[in-house]
T-cell receptor, first 114, second 110 residues
Framework: QKEVEQDPGPLSVPEGAIVSLNCTYSNSAFQYFMWYRQYSRKGPELLMYTYSSGNKEDGRFTAQVDKSSKYISLFIRDSQPSDSATYLCAMSAGNAGNNRKLIWGLGTSLAVNP | DAGITQSPRYKITETGRQVTLMCHQTWSHSYMFWYRQDLGHGLRLIYYSAAADITDKGEVPDGYVVSRSKTENFPLTLESATRSQTSVYFC?????????FGPGTRLTVL
């Protein structure tokens, strides 16, 4: 079993829909949680960063972390065609040495249709 | 330019040849990373470095060599390229937990 599980999709939604993307993990030591967006033939770009449990909102994007369930989510409100990309979750246990390594989900491919 | 750059962006080589992929960052971040990205496998860590002259293996280090004599540079060398090393290679850097990625190098080994 992988440390981080992420449904690869693909996920296809109409423009304006609310999108929910999720990852589950098995390592209770993870404290730092990130969502990256990757457009085709580009490098991953950091979208959201959360420490420990709770919610974080940035414009149309909301990241949620539920450490008790080992489950993280990314919500996209009023989705746009420009949101079409692959979304990767990543997490780490700490900020020094070996714990600095990020453990990655495989990514979910999202298509937002006009 | 500020940020993280990779060169070359595209490379075609033959089996058995040595290839070096370059990575340069202007943020003076302590940590730097090399990943490969393949369909079905996602991002896999090859090597990482916590500071100049400090490097460590990641998940898939075999067939690769790294060095870091300066904070800003982290070259990745394929000593004798194999077809299985055909992939997209990403370099990243970080000062805290978030990692920032370069644009990638698309490598084809014939």
């Amino acid at each position: 079993q992988k440390e981080v599980e992420q449904d690869p999709g693909p996920l296809s939604v109409p423009e304006g829909a609310i999108v929910s993307l999720n990852c589950t993990y098995s390592n209770s030591a993870f404290q730092y949680f990130m969502w990256y967006r990757q457009y085709s033939r580009k490098g991953p770009e950091l979208l959201m960063y959360t420490y420990s449990s709770g919610n974080k909102e940035d414009g149309r994007f909301t990241a949620q972390v539920d450490k008790s369930s080992k489950y993280i989510s990314l919500f996209i409100r009023d989705s746009q065609p420009s949101d079409s990309a692959t979304y990767l979750c990543a997490m780490s246990a700490g900020n020094a040495g070996n714990n600095r390594k990020l453990i990655w989900g495989l990514g979910t491919s999202l298509a937002v249709n006009p | 330019d500020a940020g993280i750059t990779q060169s070359p962006r595209y490379k075609i080589t033959e089996t058995g040849r040595q290839v070096t992929l370059m990575c340069h960052q202007t943020w003076s971040h302590s940590y730097m990373f090399w990943y490969r990205q393949d369909l079905g496998h996602g991002l896999r860590l090859i090597y990482y470095s916590a500071a100049a002259d400090i490097t460590d293996k990641g998940e898939v280090p075999d067939g690769y060599v790294v060095s870091r004599s300066k904070t800003e540079n982290f070259p990745l060398t394929l000593e004798s390229a194999t077809r299985s090393q055909t992939s997209v290679y990403f370099c990243a850097s970080s000062q805290y937990n978030e990692q920032f990625f370069g644009p990638g190098t698309r490598l084809t080994v014939l």
